[in-house]
């Protein structure tokens, strides 16, 4: 049995504390996609937790069918969704706490992750979110396809023409 | 081949656990989440509160169960020795000394959780919880009496 | 293969998302295609540029399933009908008077109420742990077996 419906199934048998080792687990995860679709932490944070909310409630309609991790995605998609309808265009200025070592390094890859991080923004809805999930969280694309509600095909298409037009943009020195 | 091949399913559906002991019945943790929801309205606990005090409250709500099970143990043994008429002056002793030496633990239980928690709540929250704690055993059997009532109506 | 195909199946081969075939069939373009060959490379080298951009959580964001756990319990002791919602469908002028008329009775509580129970205990998931089907019963048995913890030993029964 998967790990995630093990935890599932401790906590459907009384376990209420379980459901923390499963935040605990995608707690990462999920707030970094939520900050790379938002830009703002203080947005990030507060929409990280009412995917949870969200997750927790509705873990009853969970049926074990697909992967958990999948069904979280696809519900953190639809709060961004919800939030992005009533808030302003994404802000870059929530992704500028970058941790790292050498000063030098320091400005060249923050610099490299702001023209970026930029970059993805501005790509259309479904290839930002395709992208994100690939990248970052590594579904596979019948995961993203779950997630999004569409075909392999379409999710195969958006990845594509996700990564060809930041390469078209990204700085020819950068390469 | 055959019987070799019901072994093998026989022994891979034992091992699958259907035969094995039931779990042991956890309902405490799930009913702590009754005092942690009263405790969080009675302090007027913030969301920043919460992060810290929720996990020093589990902690020490654990080894006082142990305790409380201990409790319980000693006194039921005496009331059934009681029953049959077999106490002896021995036994009071001893259950006096076990409640003493009992008692001395919960306390000190209870010092080290109001020491960590005095960090975290202000002298007002830190007085409403001694009383809280006082009261709990009432506010969970005016609960339950509701909850008897509710269900007394229903049948009717 | 040509390369318009070629170029749309790269992505996905760096992902690892292709079949066998179509991974056959790519690899044979790419040993005779130096335009390809490049166009691999550079969308490489974005996936690892992408990759080296991490974020993790920040640190006031520490202990999330309490701030989950306080959130929850918070919501279930408020009550379902909110003074707010009901206002937002009425006129100013209607909105004010009633202002003025509930200002003077407290009718707004966060106290605990018992039909939030089930909710906080999340026994609308199950329990098992009561051979019961009966949520009202669970529930029932649940407290008395917790309070006999707490008051243990000294319980009900008569001697």
Redesign the interface.
Known sequence: MDEDLRIISRFRSGDIEAFSELVRKYQNGVYSFILRMVGSEADAQDLTQQVFIRAFKGLKGFRGKGLFRTWLFRIATNVYRSHSKNSPLFSNSGLDNVRQECFEEKVILKEQRQVLRRLISQLPYKQRLTLILKVYHELTFSEIAQVLDCSIGTVKANFHFALNRIREEWPRDEM | MKKFSILIFVIAFLASGVFAQP?E???????E??R???L??ELN?T?AQ???V??IIKKYNEKK?GL??Q??Q???DF?EK??KGKITEEDIGQLLKSWEEIRIKEIRIDKEEFKELSSVLSKEQQARYLLFKMR??HE??K??K???Q??AL?EK | MRCKEAKMLISNYLANEVTTEEKRQLEDHLRGCEDCQKFLSEIKRLLDALKEDTISLPSDMGGLPERLAYRLLKEEARPKWSFRSFVSGLTLATAICILIFFSFKPFKSTRPTIESIPQVLCLEEGYPEFETEDLEAALVQGLEEYLEIYEGGWGYEEI
């Not at chain 2, 019945?25 to 009913?31: A, C, E, G, S």
């Open positions: 779990k019945k956890d309902f405490y943790k799930r009913f989440m009754i942690l929801w009263l969080t309205d606990l969301e919460a992060t810290k929720f996990p169960k409380f099970q409790r319980n000693l006194v039921n009331r009681f029953k709990f055993p969970i059997r609960i339950l509701q909850m008897r509710r269900k229903k």
